[in-house]
């Protein structure tokens, strides 16, 4: 099992530039969100979703938008970048339900280090 | 809204010293309660996940309890290590489809040789 995988690494955008990050699992998980990490602001959710074809906004939408057209991938789509929007960005995957003997314990990827200017 | 407080923010203790990280949540109204590891740079490796209905988790060195009606969970590390040092983060999952987890700012653990 590779887990959560995310890529790019690293990015840097200029301002108004848009761009994809890649997040995929392979631990067949209904749950996947996009959380952002930033100093002093710690970890907010973005955007999550609970099944292929499902998403919903978190704590943080503006300027993201999703699509979950397979239970492995959730792309994050920034539309125009923005200075505001530099930050490290994690993908995460869980079980669903906590079902007895099946864990819901969510997964973080490696993360992706944007830098918009 | 939830809001998860870790106390200390920074720790350093030499090597063999057992040591008791603090997590306090304002909504006792958890799903769970899950603690993360943080190496600079890196991601995040979960340690532990203690359901609503259990009071602790054991893994290892490590043993984490849940006390849902004072708002607090402790980690416990035995007979720390050098490669024990990161930061620790417990975060608070909301009940609902969404499953927010909410930080807390983190614990800086040094150990030293």
């Known amino acids: 099992n590779a887990g959560v995988t995310q890529t790019p690494k690293f990015q840097v955008l200029k301002t108004g530039q848009s761009m994809t990050l890649q997040c995929a699992q392979d631990?067949?998980?209904?749950?996947m969100s996009w959380y952002r990490q930033d100093p002093g602001m710690g970890l907010r959710l973005i955007h999550y979703?609970?099944?292929?074809?499902?998403?919903d906004q978190g704590e943080v939408p503006n300027g993201y938008n999703v699509s979950r057209s397979t239970t492995e991938d959730f792309p994050l789509r920034l539309l125009s970048a923005a200075p505001s929007q530099t930050s490290v960005y994690f993908c995460?995957?869980?079980?669903?339900?906590?079902?007895?003997?099946?864990?819901?314990?969510?997964?973080f990827g490696p993360g992706t280090r944007l830098t918009v200017l | 809204k939830q809001e998860v407080t870790q106390i200390p923010a920074a720790l350093s203790v030499p090597e063999g010293e057992n040591l008791v990280l603090n997590c306090s949540f304002t909504?006792?109204?958890?799903?769970?309660l899950q603690w993360f590891r943080q190496d600079p740079g890196k991601g995040l490796t979960s340690l532990l996940l203690?359901?609503?209905?259990?009071r602790e988790q054991t893994s290892g060195r490590l043993n984490a309890s849940l006390d849902k009606s004072s708002g607090r969970s402790t980690l416990y590390i035995a007979a720390s290590q050098p490669g024990d040092s990161a930061t620790y983060l417990c975060?608070?999952?909301?009940?609902?489809?969404?499953?927010?987890?909410?930080f807390g700012s983190g614990t800086q653990l040094t150990v030293l040789p």
């Open positions: 995460a995957s869980s079980n669903l339900q906590g079902l007895a003997g099946v864990s819901d314990t969510q997964y």
């Open positions: 631990m067949n998980h209904e749950y």
């Open positions: 979703s609970v099944g292929a074809g499902i998403t």
């Open positions: 909504d006792s109204a958890i799903y769970n």
């Open positions: 203690i359901q609503s209905s259990q």
């Open positions: 975060a608070a999952i909301s009940s609902g489809s969404a499953r927010q987890l909410t």
